[in-house]
């Protein structure tokens, strides 16, 4: 299909070729003077209009041959999309049709060439006897353009052979480079590996020797109770990997058995009543504890507010009579000006008595239910009343937080 668009392409620049010779021709045509001629002139201005007529013929002939090559390009194209996804297979079997398609192309084109050249020596054959000067200057022309063509393609051959061969000339000196680099690694590395291999040679001389002389001192070793002592060693050492051994055991034992608590206790269901409800006796202690530290935490925090805010007034007061002083010193009179009215902004008071006596009531209730002892309904009891408290989704303990946390006030943000 490619070689199809190159046919193309290559009839439509004959085209304009075929075109410029017929331009070429009808210059030649317009300088012979018009009016009264001999019949020669006239026999030359038929034979030329002749020609010009066969050219555009043949122009429009190729015109056919273009539209004929566009549809069958179209049909290849259909063809190959078929192939390509009912036989995803068969791409070397395309390939081998392409190769043989490329090359038809390629005799298709010489011939087509060696035709076109055959057709334009025999029209300027015409001219040799109806006007030798046009046809010297046709047969120069042809000429031209075949040195120009052979030319050029020469030009293309050594772009292409110059760029080819800087191609090879890069690698060659890349590969060069490397070559350097790499026989200064060899160097390197075989002088680390000698410089290793006398280490090597050394330690293993150190370690014979200790040897040699453990086997001396154990040899020479007589007395008995020495030799007691190292059996002892011995066995010590085998104990000690014993219970080593035990200790990992149990250890992943331990492991085993805390994974199967955290189970237990993401599953509630598995978890028997009895156990749950000290769970939940634990989990309430726990709250409490952690309550009364937040309720102390929380008086802390107020107090050192209730400081800071009396510092801050005092420190403001302060401020205030010090600019009170600067302006008095460094203000000119001025007229007195009325000040505008305030306006003043209604705010929704929201009553504080009764929003504690539902917190109280919802607390009472709480503490009621955890009086009269914990069994397989007090969750869902306490989760009864709790329903309006924290978010949607909240844990029974994040709940009970949250409702403790309600009985202390919001504090006041503080003066600016």
Not at 54 to 62: D, F, S, T, V, Y
Not at 103 to 110: E, F, I, N, R, W
Not at 225 to 239: R, T
Request: glycine share 2%; aromatic share 2%.
């Amino acid at each position: 299909m490619d070689d199809s668009s190159a046919l193309i392409q290559d009839y439509i620049l004959t085209i304009d070729s075929m075109r410029n010779e017929a331009e070429k021709l009808r210059l030649e045509l317009s300088q012979f003077p018009s009016g009264d001629s001999d019949s020669d002139e006239a026999d030359n201005i038929e034979a030329l209009k002749e020609v010009i007529e066969a050219l555009n013929q043949e122009i429009e002939n190729i015109h056919g041959e273009i539209s004929d090559q566009t549809s069958s390009l179209l049909d290849l194209n259909v063809d190959e999309e078929w192939i390509r996804l009912k036989f995803p297979q068969s791409q070397k079997i395309v390939s081998l049709q392409q190769d043989i398609h490329k090359a038809t192309q390629s005799l298709y084109k010489a011939r087509e060439k060696k035709m076109h050249e055959e057709t334009m020596l025999k029209e300027v054959e015409k001219l040799k006897n109806i006007n030798p000067k046009l046809y010297t200057l046709v047969k120069k022309m042809i000429q031209a353009e075949k040195t120009n063509l052979q030319l050029k393609n020469s030009i293309i051959n050594s772009e292409e052979d110059r760029k080819n061969m800087r191609i090879e000339y890069a690698k060659i000196t890349t590969a060069l480079g490397l070559e350097d680099k790499i026989k200064r690694r060899i160097k390197e590395v075989e002088e680390e590996v000698h410089a290793k291999e006398i280490v090597i040679e050394n330690l293993s001389k150190n370690l014979n020797e200790v040897r040699r002389k453990t086997e001396d001192t154990m040899n020479s070793i007589e007395n008995s109770d020495v030799k007691d002592i190292l059996k002892k060693s011995n066995e010590v050492k085998a104990v000690r990997a014993y219970y080593a051994e035990q200790m990992e055991k149990l250890r992943k034992e331990n492991v085993d058995i805390l994974k199967e608590i955290e189970v237990t206790e993401k599953n509630p269901k598995k978890i028997p009543p009895a156990v749950a409800n000290q769970n939940l006796r634990s989990e309430v202690k726990n709250l409490e504890v952690q309550i009364t530290e937040r309720s102390k935490e929380i008086k802390e925090k107020e107090r050192e507010k209730f400081q800071a805010n009396f510092h801050l007034e005092e420190a403001q007061k302060v401020m205030a009579e010090i600019k009170t002083k600067v302006d008095e010193l460094t203000a000119k009179p001025k007229p007195k000006v009325q000040p505008k009215q305030e306006v003043k902004e209604k705010k929704v008071v929201v009553n504080p008595a009764q929003a504690m006596r539902k917190i109280e009531a919802k607390r009472d209730s709480v503490l009621e239910l955890l009086g009269k002892g914990i069994n397989d309904d007090t969750g869902k009891e306490m989760m009864k009343v709790l329903k309006t408290v924290g978010k949607p989704g909240q844990g029974l303990a994040s709940k009970v937080l949250e409702l403790n946390r309600s009985q202390f006030p919001q504090s006041r943000p503080l003066n600016k």
